[in-house]
């Protein structure tokens, strides 16, 4: 095959190959081409091309999928965080820090009633607001991305603004807090949907946040901290 290539060989030798199958068929065939055995040969042709094209890889990637599965399977039986004992009080600030893979997000999920433990409690009081490290906003304005459903107060609506540091993110929007964003209108910066999202948390008075320190500048995460977190 590499000689082929070498020397530019492939449209002869494909040309010989034709020949050859063409007298191979015609030999199949007993001598004699009419209409019946060409069409029962295609029709035997086209099913075979459907199993080994359609079927056969098709099943193998269904295999590869059930394989992945069955390991994630296995895994997701072994406890990932063993041995938590936490006590937090209303108005406390805990940070949860450690390596990737270490649990963190796991004991948020938890406490969220998104995991099933394998042992022990989760107790909790009140409302629980999450900010995920995973910002997303929806085909809306800003201030009903912020709002969410709940009652619109424009003093706390301001509030809200100034800490989360969203002026200058408003100040640079056609429509400021009226401008629509999402997939269908103005598309946000990571660190803009950062703040969008602190926004609709903080404006629910709710206490519980995953660091967004990644997605936004240290001249906006400092101040947003103290007045968002101590306030």
């Known amino acids: 095959m590499k000689l082929i290539k070498m020397y530019a060989w492939e449209q002869p030798f494909a040309r010989a190959i034709g020949r050859a199958r063409r007298d191979e068929f015609y030999i199949l ?63 406390d600030l805990v940070v949860v820090i450690g390596p990737v893979g270490a649990g963190k997000t796991t004991l948020l999920m938890s406490l969220l009633n998104e995991l099933s433990i394998t042992g022990g409690s989760v107790a909790t009081n009140g409302s629980i607001g999450y900010v995920s490290q995973e910002s997303w906003v929806f085909n809306a304005s800003v201030v009903q991305n912020i709002v969410f459903g709940k009652q619109y107060n424009e003093k706390r609506f301001r509030e809200v603004i100034a800490v989360c540091a969203l002026d200058k993110d408003l100040d640079s929007l056609p429509f400021r807090d009226n401008t629509i964003v999402g997939e269908r209108g103005v598309l946000l910066s990571g660190g803009q949907k950062a703040r969008v999202a602190l926004a609709r948390f903080a404006n629910k008075k709710l206490k519980g946040i995953q660091s967004k320190a990644n997605s936004n500048p240290t001249k906006v995460t400092e101040p947003m901290y103290c007045q968002l977190i101590y306030k």
Do not use: D, W
């Open 29 to 91: 065939l007993g001598g004699q081409v009419s209409a019946e055995p060409i069409f029962i040969s295609m029709i035997i042709f086209n099913r075979l091309s459907a199993i080994y094209f359609m079927f056969i890889p098709g099943s193998l990637g269904l295999l590869a999928e059930v394989r992945v599965s069955c390991k994630r399977f296995q895994k997701s039986e072994e406890s990932t965080i063993k041995h938590i004992s936490m006590n937090a009080k209303s108005g």
